[in-house]
């Protein structure tokens, strides 16, 4: 079956711990994002990439990065200067042309011990 | 920039009752309109969608349509299920560019 997983389901990070969230599709999608989701609230774009080796920073970049090595995989590394990373993140992925719909994983809930 | 505003939940209605969630959008260009729906401790999966004024998204019953004057995409169904509750997400995507602006989500609770 085609879709997009993410692993782990729940993951916990320690004070001045960088922790990676895997994200991969077998879609043949060409783009990939990564969303944070906070209690209550919508989504919030943190860094999208729409072809392999190449990636942009969304609304609330700061604190993360990511690389887009393959096709496949898109994975967020939460770094130590992310000081509020508790929250569910979110992968998608769509064609990457025009109107086209994101389908987005099952998510991630990142938990600070 | 761009914006999404729906309305606050929770909303809580009866088995077989009719959902109302009002979805409003500040945009410029001509966005393509979308509602998601999110299942407790799940992604989101896509409902339904409009890309052009006047076009009438439907999924599962439920029924959204784009309307441009009103900058709205209200999302309706007329008899709802206990397997309806759910957080619903209005988003719209506008064009250069694929990024999707969420509004913040209403949760609806149906009762047996």
């Known amino acids: 079956d085609g879709g997009i997983t993410q692993s782990p389901k729940y993951l916990f990070r320690k004070e001045g711990q960088n922790v990676t969230l895997s994200c991969e599709q077998n879609?043949?999608?060409?783009?990939m994002y990564w969303y944070r989701q906070d209690p209550g609230q919508g989504l919030r774009l943190i860094y999208y990439s729409q072809i392999v080796n190449d990636f942009q920073k969304g609304d609330i970049a700061e604190g993360y990065s990511v690389s887009r090595e393959k096709k496949e995989s898109f994975p967020l590394t939460v770094t130590s200067a992310q000081k509020n990373p508790t929250a569910f993140y979110l992968c998608?992925?769509?064609?990457?042309?025009?109107?086209?719909?994101?389908?987005f994983g099952p998510g991630t809930r990142l938990l600070v011990l | 920039g761009d914006s999404v505003t729906q309305m606050e939940g929770p909303v809580t209605l009866s088995e077989e009752a009719f959902l109302t969630i009002n979805c409003t959008y500040t945009?410029?260009?001509?966005?393509?309109l979308f509602w998601y729906v999110q299942y407790p401790g799940e992604g989101l999966q896509l409902l339904l969608k409009?890309?052009?004024?006047?076009d009438k998204g439907s999924n599962k019953g439920f029924e959204a349509t784009y309307r441009k004057e009103t900058t709205s995409f209200h999302l309706e169904k007329g008899s709802v299920q206990v397997s309806d509750s759910a957080v619903y997400f209005c988003a719209l995507k506008t064009t250069p560019g694929n990024k999707l602006t969420f509004g913040g989500g209403t949760r609806v609770l149906v009762k047996p």
């Open positions: 409009a890309t052009k004024a006047d």
């Open positions: 945009a410029t260009g001509y966005p393509s």
């Open positions: 879609l043949n999608h060409d783009a």
């Open positions: 998608a992925s769509s064609t990457g042309q025009g109107q086209e719909t994101q389908y």
